[in-house]
């Protein structure tokens, strides 16, 4: 035995019933609800429906088995849902596709069975008030439908009386009827998801740190055996450029900038990636990016003897850090 009792709410984590939260209990209670509403305009007498257990002449409940006890003589209609299954409507029942976010849109039709149960202890009593909702069913169908259905009211199935079984429970549980109404119904279900969640995106983070750091942790191959390097493995060489003469607390010097109005500061001290109890400053350079593409003579790059000229393009076959 567990030593502390869990508690939930009676109608879980979702406020209320409807299609999109809690579909199966949304179709228990559109029924409930139509065949409670059916029998409510019935004159005092005449199977009258009232909230109200001590006032109602019938019993109208989605509670399986009936208690005798609390029924009485009284006549009981219960609802039992039937199986359900997935139709589908067309390839991968896709419904939309977003090529900019990957979001993919699916709708699919639920179509299903409901039975129900109508109990007295007269078997033509329990068939009378079969035929009743199963009429109704069929006349007032655009009600049900608007309230969400796709599809209910059609070709109803009336059983014929039989002993009401499983049905209803208590000593006196033989001398009772019940017939069963079959009502088809169809309710449509759209569902959409988006590969690019939060977690998929903090993987990727996750990924692209870790692969930068091993980047960084590589040794530097040798430019002149043509082995090269390949997916994060990137080539890298360490460079000491000296203090502008100019300007040396600029952040300019190692390619910052500076908003207007504000005093030029220089960029913060890291630690060095090959040496951590060293202090340096580290600036990434992209050796694809227009601007900084090395000259060319003929088929082979054209070597700068000073690197640390900010006007120039250094960059040869690997990713030069200034430090």
Known sequence: MPPKVIETTQRGAFPDSSFKYTPFMHVRVLYASFVQGLFYFAPKGAYHWEPSMEDTDIVITDETPINVETVGVRPAVTFTRGPVQFYSLGLDDMLGYDFETGQKKKSVLVPGTM????CARSDIESEQIAWIIAEHLWLLREELMRKGFFEIGRQPVISAPSPAG??????????WFCTTVSSPYQFYRTSQFTPL????????????????RRAVAAPSPDPMDGSG??????PMQLHFCPPSAFAPASSDVYGGSVNPGESAQPPPLQPHPLNPAVKVVVRQVRPNRPGVVPPFSGASPIPLSQPCVEQSAHVTDMSTVKV
């Open 197 to 212: 969640g939060k977690a998929i995106v903090n993987n990727i983070q996750l990924n692209l740190q870790a692969a930068l």
């Open 229 to 234: 390097s390949t997916g994060v493995h990137l």
């Open 166 to 175: 499983s049905i209803v429970s208590g000593d006196g549980a033989k001398e």
């Open 115 to 118: 039975s129900i149960n109508c």
